[in-house]
């Protein structure tokens, strides 16, 4: 692949693969340069996340999946908002030696979402989702995150919002409400995803969404 990093995020604003092995390509090309790209364009996604971490879960003992690590932006706030039992996976090799060096993880496993995920049932107090259901195909993954959360924790996400409807998860929250798989504790107002960049700005904005696990 000889795409720049800008190309490829770039090309991710007018629609983005959810092929796991160039998913894993285009990662590896970013992770370098990721980080500081993302703070150029006034990525704030981590920070609102660790944020809404913090609101509905109290302890900082609690054991969280960070699904999709990446490079450990999520993981390095969630650490400042002191939590010490973070658990961080990712497709990318690469991002995942990046991530190791922010030292905010407690383990950190190379993983493809696309596939069912290797944890048990009730493993983890919360799992955080952020950034990472643009490039996963299915909603499935909403349902391995129920199982995985013990009940009573929570599940914190973030979509973009020309996604929604797209992949179909207005229909699906609604139907694992109405299971009673979990319930709705907060969802955010469509917010600008990368205010700085030209290609999202105004045009591309994401929802936060929290969601606490039923009995």
Not at 42 to 55: D, H, V
Not at 78 to 88: A, H
């Amino acid at each position: 692949m000889d795409k720049t990093p800008v190309e490829i995020l770039s090309l991710w604003s007018k629609g983005t693969s959810t092929n796991s092995s160039q998913i894993e390509e285009e990662y590896d090309i970013l992770a370098e340069t990721y980080d500081e790209t993302l703070r150029d364009w006034q990525y704030e996604s981590p920070r609102i996340a660790a944020e809404l971490m913090k609101e509905f879960v109290v302890s900082n003992e609690s054991k969280i999946l960070d699904a999709g690590c990446g490079t450990g932006l999520t993981g390095t706030a969630l650490k400042k908002e002191g939590y010490n039992n973070i658990i961080g996976v990712d497709i990318s090799g690469t991002s995942l030696e990046i991530a190791r060096k922010a030292d905010a993880y407690a383990d950190l496993r190379k993983l493809d979402m696309q596939k069912p995920l290797p944890f048990q049932d009730n493993e983890f107090d919360a799992v955080e989702c952020i950034g990472v259901l643009t490039y996963i195909e299915s909603t499935f993954l909403l349902d391995e995150f129920c199982r995985i959360v013990r009940p009573g924790g929570h599940v914190i996400f973030s979509q973009r919002e020309d996604l929604w409807h797209q992949r179909g998860y207005e229909v699906k929250l609604r139907e694992m409400e109405e299971s009673a798989l979990w319930k709705r504790k907060f969802i955010s107002e469509p917010v600008p995803y990368l205010p700085k960049n030209a290609d999202y700005a105004e045009k591309i904005r994401v929802q936060y969404f929290v969601y606490e696990i039923c009995a």
